[in-house]
């Protein structure tokens, strides 16, 4: 089966760091990714992560352990713009159909 | 980069009509494209992988009388919506993969609201 769990709701703060989990089982492992969502829009792809470690990109990055199931998005500087859902998301079964989590609503608060 | 065409925008049908959604690959070739739904406030759910050439393979639960995919060619798949009523409004999003480590492109998605 698949199962992708991400915590619902995070706050912080203008400036700050945060830290969005997410924990993943998939039949199956092409990678994870990750995306953000504004209300009312399409998701804009953050990174893939298909190999253990971390990646930097900008004030964005992004962690993937496979022996455990785990990856985090970890966003600095944050600022306001920054406010939006983060997706997470694995492909899944014979035509790599990417499958989300619930997504991390984030509220950036001055 | 690839990029994905998705119309109209936004749609208001009256309950019993139809509704089509088109989601067209711009400058790719997508053998494979995949059709989500969206409620307020919760993430993607998948409702379909559109196959050019074959018929869609439709998650389950997802009634496929009633969300008719038509993958006719390798840059163009329709959603239908057929009888749509008002737990139907929604905000349906196309997505088009040139294969799992090439990354998935989203359409801009269709705010369908049924009256």
Known sequence: GQNIDQPTEMTATEGAIVQINCTYQTSGFNGLFWYQQHAGEAPTFLSYNVLDGLEEKGRFSSFLSRSKGYSYLLLKELQMKDSASYLCAAPSGGYNKLIFGAGTRLAVHP | ?115
């Open chain 2, 1 to 115: 980069g690839a990029v994905v065409s998705q119309h109209p925008s936004r749609v208001i049908c009256k309950s019993g009509t139809s509704v089509k959604i088109e989601c067209r690959s711009l400058d790719f070739q997508a053998t494979t494209m995949f059709w989500y739904r969206q409620f307020p406030k919760k993430s993607l759910m998948l409702m379909a992988t559109s196959n050019e050439g074959s018929k869609a393979t439709y998650e389950q639960g997802v009634e496929k009388d009633k969300f008719l995919i038509n993958h006719a060619s390798l840059t163009l798949s329709t959603l239908t919506v057929t009888s749509a009523h008002p737990e139907d409004s929604s905000f349906y999003i196309c997505s088009a993969s040139q294969g799992s480590r090439s990354g998935y492109t989203f359409g801009s998605g269709t705010r369908l609201t049924v009256v």
